[in-house]
């Protein structure tokens, strides 16, 4: 019945490409998405603290794939894994309890 009725449409969500090629296509049609996105990228790159804020989880990226897929708090905690990456603890981690020296 739902189907027959023809009133309703279904979009999945599933898309199938590398995140390259995603963005080329993103800044192709649609530049000011493409534009916040870099933006969004740069403030979670460089404000940590505004990420575990926001981000219950979070993945790192690096060398054309996932290093870590962990709970924010967790993953930021891990300061030795974090300078390898690259990365600085949030300055709310640099003396929290949880944090591994690094």
Do not use: K
Request: charged share 15%.
């Amino acid at each position: 019945q739902f189907l027959a009725s023809g009133d309703y449409y279904w979009n999945s969500g599933m898309f199938l490409f590398s995140v390259g090629r995603y963005l080329a296509e993103l800044a192709r049609h649609a530049p000011d998405i493409a534009a916040a996105c870099e933006q969004a990228f740069a403030g979670a790159t460089h404000d940590l603290d505004f990420a575990l804020d926001l981000c219950p989880r979070t993945l790192v990226l690096a060398s054309g794939g996932c290093v870590a897929d962990d709970a924010t708090e967790s993953l930021f905690a891990r300061h030795d894994a974090l300078h390898q990456w690259g990365l600085e603890p949030p300055l709310s981690y640099r003396w929290h309890p949880s944090a591994s020296p690094g």
